[in-house]
Each structure stands twice: as structure tokens, then as C-alpha cells.
């Protein structure tokens, strides 16, 4: 049989992904978090555990947990994102967008098969990709 | 002479706005700021003075300079963005598209003459506007 013809190549996580990561662990103080967030490199930090596995995310959103509520918040654990909806790099780039906007979020953690943070994917990666602009 | 035919007609700000705005004021503490935001109808407050004016914003952002931060920052005007882009009702849709883009945010304060908050005008609006959606 000759070769398949695609007709379709649809980008992977890996080719748009961003693998400079900045994550927290869930026993760091919630300043350190917020100092990280204020870095200005990225508004979603993964939260590793002490094997280095992804099991939360915490935003400037959460952040804000810690200055709103009268609870007594104060590390990263008690106040991070724990079901985090979360995108492999052979995924289809479509798919991940779907994601995104499903769930109202603006990024992704990239994984692997166990569970570690290899990259990040955010909304602006997309929408490079896509060209997308604003016009009225 | 006969009616002037009118090619395009570009929406104006007023058309999509929205007119519930949550504010807060300078003197309040930074805690009143995160609790608002937190109630999760907006990620923007604007910031207004005694006089009911605009003087600032405050997003998530600003409320996590008060966790990160090792200077005492108590009250909104500790942390308000005080050079805030801002629109108006009469200005054309895709002008106000443009600020958002060319200054990396996602949402205006509506102001009129006396520099009143009357409305706020975020990307989402515009995004529905424009039919914008994810496409690969
Ligand atoms: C619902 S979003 C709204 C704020 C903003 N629109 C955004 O996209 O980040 C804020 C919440 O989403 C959570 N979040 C962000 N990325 C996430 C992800 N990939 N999986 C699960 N939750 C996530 C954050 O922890 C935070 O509590």
C-alpha cells in the first residue's frame, strides 16, 4: 500500500509550549508564591509535591484567598486549585484550546506519564498560533 | 440632498458595557479589595476617590503585591495601578479593542466628563461581540 495522505496536520502541545517553568511546592509560604507571581513571568504556578509530581495550581486568584478570607491561610496548600485540568505534549493544540475555554481558564500544565511538569501552555501561545486579533 | 448612506457602522462602548460596576475607595483596607474580587463578578475594581472619581484599579494582581511584598501595605492606595486606560460611552468599539491589546489588559473603566465610573468594558464583552472563538 502507498503512504497515507494527510490531509490535516494539526499541531502538539510540545511545539508551543513553554518549558521555562516556574512551580512552588505545597509547603511553601504563600508569600513565596505571591513574590513568584510577582515576577511577572507567568500568572499560574504549578504546585509540586516532594516527588515532583503536579498536584495543584495557584494563581494571583488564589492569592487573593489568603487577603480575603478570615481563615488562616498560609501555605501554598491552603489555597491552591487542586483539580487541575491539565494537557499531555502530543495532544492536538485544538483540543488543549477546548480546554481552556471550557473550564475558563487561561493555561495549562504539560505533563508527562508521571505526572511531572515538563511545560506550560497559555492562552497567548494559542493565540499565536492562531493569529487571532481583534477586528471589528 | 438624500439621506447620507452609511457603510459601516461601528458599535459604540455604551452598546456593550456593563453598567453593574463594583468599586471600591482608596482609604479601604486591601482585604475589603480581595473580598470583592473574590465574590468573582470581576477581576477589575476601579479605584475612586471622595469625590466619587476614578484615581486607580485594582486587580488580582495588585491584592498579591500585599502577600509578596516585605513593605507594609494596608489600604487600596497602597497597591492601586494608578495610571489606569480608560474609555468612554461615545468611543468606537474597536478603538477601546486596540487599548486592551496595545496595553496587555482585559478590561476599561467607562468614564464620563466628570471622570465618573459608569461603566466597565472588558475583552469578554468585546469577544462576544466580534464572534470571537478558539479555532485551529
Ligand atoms: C476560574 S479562573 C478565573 C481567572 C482567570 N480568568 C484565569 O483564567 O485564570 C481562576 C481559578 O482558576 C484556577 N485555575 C487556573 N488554571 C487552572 C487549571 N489549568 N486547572 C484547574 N484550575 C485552574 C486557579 O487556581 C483559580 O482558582
Known amino acids: ?11 502538539r502541545v510540545r ?7 516556574v512551580a512552588v511546592t505545597e509547603d511553601e509560604p504563600i508569600s513565596t508564591a505571591a513574590a513568584k507571581l510577582l515576577k511577572g513571568e507567568t500568572n499560574h504556578l504549578p ?10 495550581i495557584v494563581t494571583t486568584y488564589d492569592v487573593t484567598k489568603a487577603v480575603g478570607s478570615t481563615r488562616d491561610l498560609t501555605v501554598v496548600r491552603d489555597i491552591m486549585t487542586r483539580r487541575v485540568v491539565r494537557t499531555t505534549p502530543e495532544e492536538a493544540v485544538d483540543i488543549a484550546a477546548q480546554k481552556l475555554e471550557r473550564h475558563n481558564i487561561s493555561a495549562l ?7 511531572r511538569v515538563i511545560g506550560m501552555l497559555s492562552a497567548i501561545d494559542l493565540g499565536k498560533l492562531l493569529g487571532g486579533r481583534w477586528q471589528a
Chains 1, 2 share one sequence.
Open 1 to 11: 500500500t502507498g503512504p497515507m495522505r494527510e490531509t490535516k496536520v494539526v499541531p
Open 109 to 115: 500544565p504539560v505533563v508527562d506519564p508521571a505526572n
Open 47 to 56: 504546585v509540586l509535591n516532594g516527588d515532583g509530581q503536579l498536584v495543584g
Open 15 to 21: 511545539e508551543i509550549m513553554d518549558t521555562r517553568v
